[in-house]
């Protein structure tokens, strides 16, 4: 995401006439992070629903990534994670009115994926932080579970260093495969390797409301249907 997406969405938001408050944090930083969360509780009073987003990735062999590769994904998708959850639980569980954590991983998360394995190894790791924390918070009322996506049409899966790894491997394609199901329009199926991210935010809204109220410590699989090959 880019300042500009960011703008734009606090724009549509407030388009349906809600209040929003919107900054831009390293999720690394504890105290700009707390801060966040000290503004957000000032503003609206409580937190019902947090959303565990922020990402990133790189591509290469295990063997061969720089330290820094190797620290930087760790440290944003499952140390930062950890930060914004450590941050914002307390100020859940003494508002007293439960709620629900979402935690964005991959189906990296529950498969390996050759050319990013620390990618894969933080998104494991996350999957052991959902389901812990669903143990942990479920007698405060929260819920906490993830959702596992594939192949989001995002400039974060769209780039040159896939490319030049999956060149380089064309055996790793076979950990890629395309999704077996494809949504029908005016009566044809219409064929895509990628989802839209609103497919995955209409889950991620899903797992937020109260229909989803009996759902915790979930993998949910935004994947149509491919993590079953």
Known sequence: ATPDDLAETVRLVRAEGVSVHSATVDIRDDAALRRLVADGLERFGRLDVVVANAG??????????????????????????????????????????????????????????????????SKHGLTALTNTLALELGEYGIRVNSINPYSIATPMIQNQAMLGVLSAHPSYLNAYAPMPYQPVVGGEAKR????????????????????SGVVSGSQILVDRGVLKY
């Open 192 to 211: 895509s390797d990628f989802m839209s991210p609103e497919e995955a935010a209409e889950v991620v809204a899903w797992l937020a409301g109260d229909n």
């Open 56 to 121: 990133v990735l790189s591509w290469g062999r295990l063997w061969e990534l720089s330290d820094e590769q190797w620290n930087t994904v760790i440290d944003v998708n499952l140390t930062g994670t950890w930060r914004t959850l450590r941050a914002v639980i307390p100020a859940m569980i003494d508002a007293g009115n439960g709620g629900s954590i979402i935690i964005v991983s991959s189906a990296s998360g529950v498969k390996a994926t050759p050319g990013n394995g620390h990618y894969s190894a």
